[in-house]
Antibody
Framework: QVQLVQSGGEVKKPGASVKVSCKAS????????ITWVRQAPGQGLEWMGW????????DYGLKFQGRVTMTTDTSTSTAYMELRSLRSDDTAMYYC???????WGQGTMVTVSS | QSVLTQPPSASGTPGQRVTISCSGS????????LYWFQQLPGAAPKVLIY???QRPSGVPDRFSGSKSGTSASLAISGLRSEDEADYYC???????????FGTGTKVTVL
C-alpha cells in the first residue's frame, strides 16, 4: 500500500542538528513532492517546506530558511529534512506528507533539551 | 500567530450538524484552493477536503467544504462520536510563498 515511514524519535541538545528520514513505498516516488509539517506539543500545524522528488525544486517556509535543508534520494525513495541550530522551541512532532497532503508519515518526535 | 483564524472549539450532540469557519485574506483563501484536515488524538493529520470542496475517496459525505471570498467552512452533518478530533484548514499564501494552517478547532461530541 501507499505509505510513508519516518525514522524514529530523536533527543538533541540545543545547537545540534537533526536529520529526519521519510521512506516512500507503493507509488512512483518521483511523481510527487514531499512536504514537511511540524507540530509542537499541544499546538497547531506548521508548514516547513516542500521538495519536488522529480527535479529537486524546493520551497522553504520563511521561518526556516537558512536553518533547514530538504533533500531526496530517488534510489531509495527517501526524503530527508535536516534542521540545524536546534532550540528548545523546535521540540515537536515532525511529519512528512506527499505534496498534495493525501498521504502522511507517522511522525517523528524531536526533543531538544539540555 | 497563524494568518488563518478558526474558532478554538465547536461541539454538538450525535446527529447534529457542526460548522467550522476559517477566515483568511485575499493573499490566501481569496486566491487559492483550501484543504481541511482531521487530526485524531495521537495520530497524523488526514485530509478531509481538498480544492475547497472535494472529498478524497473514503471520506464520508457527512463532511463538506465551501468557500466564499476570504472565508471557508467545513460542515459535519450527522455528527458521530468518532468525529471528535482537531480540525485544521490550510491554504497556500501568495505573500508568504508557503502554506499556512489555521489555528485549529477542537470538536467535541457531547
Amino acid at each position: 500500500q501507499v505509505q510513508l515511514v519516518q525514522s524514529g524519535g530523536e533527543v538533541k541538545k540545543p545547537g545540534a542538528s537533526v536529520k529526519v528520514s521519510c521512506k516512500a513505498s507503493g507509488y512512483n516516488f518521483i511523481s510527487y513532492g514531499i512536504t514537511w509539517v511540524r507540530q509542537a506539543p499541544g499546538q497547531g500545524l506548521e508548514w516547513m517546506g516542500w521538495i519536488s522528488a522529480s527535479n529537486g525544486n524546493i520551497d522553504y517556509g520563511l521561518k526556516f530558511q537558512g536553518r533547514v535543508t530538504m533533500t531526496t534520494d530517488t534510489s531509495t525513495s527517501t526524503a530527508y529534512m535536516e534542521l540545524r541550530s536546534l532550540r528548545s522551541d523546535d521540540t515537536a512532532m515532525y511529519y512528512c506528507a506527499r505534496h498534495n497532503f493525501d498521504i502522511w508519515g507517522q511522525g517523528t518526535m524531536v526533543t531538544v533539551s539540555s | 500567530q497563524s494568518v488563518l483564524t478558526q474558532p478554538p472549539s465547536a461541539s454538538g450532540t450525535p446527529g447534529q450538524r457542526v460548522t467550522i469557519s476559517c477566515s483568511g485574506s485575499s493573499s490566501n483563501i481569496g486566491t487559492n484552493s483550501l484543504y481541511w484536515f482531521q487530526q485524531l488524538p495521537g495520530a497524523a493529520p488526514k485530509v478531509l477536503i481538498y480544492t475547497n470542496n472535494q472529498r478524497p475517496s473514503g471520506v464520508p459525505d457527512r463532511f463538506s467544504g465551501s468557500k466564499s471570498g476570504t472565508s471557508a467552512s467545513l460542515a459535519i452533518s450527522g455528527l458521530r462520536s468518532e468525529d471528535e478530533a482537531d480540525y485544521y484548514c490550510a491554504v497556500w499564501d501568495d505573500t508568504l510563498s508557503g502554506y499556512v494552517f489555521g489555528t485549529g478547532t477542537k470538536v467535541t461530541v457531547l
